[in-house]
């Protein structure tokens, strides 16, 4: 069954309770390390209400994230989907998503490149290896989760539905959206008290990221593209 299951994800991609599954422990170490940081990544909608549920407590704090990945994990093994948490399944995806962190950060550099605009640029205001890889799992998971999931995958639905008509009608709809979706991520990086200086190189490096997150995202899936984004920003913070 493990096999056929590995089959159907490479074929298919995720599912919704595959997504979940995979994405979990990028959910489950953001949040047991982001508290020890200053920062928190600005599209994390659960610190703010686990730290007030938790009355301040760490520890309290710790159980409650421990308990909503237990909780998740409980309810997969009771509804007989004990092989979305196969360890193939996050072997596979990990392997894919640095197949796709490669290919993209090619991709943009060229498109960057092309432009005459040279190299894209680290984000800046991280100063260790820790805050580097917790931030890097909060932009994984809460960014895909706001851009793709919320603005592309809901907000294309919208607009397709409202205005769609033929395929190609339907196609193009969904390329303008994501193409303004993407520019919309791009820039968020500069908005808010901790947003880098806006440059150009950067904001379009950013921009063709952002595609590339979205074109996985509708082909493969939820969990592919965090863990691309995840694992790509682990390799531009912490490598």
Excluded at 36 to 65: C, K, M, W
Excluded at 84 to 102: C, D, K, N, P, T
Excluded at 176 to 183: N, P
Aim: charged share 15%.
């Amino acid at each position: 069954m493990a096999d056929v299951e590995t089959e159907r994800l490479i074929k298919e991609g995720s599912g919704p309770l595959d997504d979940l599954a995979l994405t979990l422990p990028l959910f489950v170490g953001y949040h047991l390390g982001v508290v020890f940081l200053p920062v928190r990544n600005a599209a994390d909608i659960v610190t703010r209400e686990l730290v007030q549920l938790a009355h301040n407590d760490l520890l309290t704090y710790s159980g409650l994230t421990v308990v909503i990945g237990v909780t998740f994990a409980a309810v997969l093994l009771v509804l007989g989907r004990r092989q979305s948490l196969h360890w193939q399944r996050f072997l596979l995806v990990g392997i894919e998503g640095i197949a796709y962190a490669v290919a993209m950060r090619v991709v943009a550099g060229y498109v960057v490149g092309r432009l005459q605009l040279y190299a894209g640029e680290a984000p800046t205001g991280i100063d260790s290896a820790f805050s580097g890889a917790i931030m890097s799992l909060g932009a994984g998971f809460y960014e895909e989760l706001v851009f793709r999931v919320g603005l592309f995958g809901v907000g294309g639905k919208l607009l397709t539905t409202a205005f769609g008509g033929s395929g190609s009608r339907r196609f193009l709809i969904l390329l303008g959206w994501a193409t303004l979706v993407a520019g919309a991520f791009s820039a968020w990086h500069y908005i808010g008290d901790y947003g880098d200086a806006f440059e150009l190189k950067s904001f379009v490096f950013r921009w063709v990221c952002g595609l590339v997150f979205t074109v996985i995202f509708a082909f493969r899936g939820f969990a592919p593209a965090v863990w691309t984004h995840t694992l790509y920003d682990l390799w531009v913070l912490v490598f």
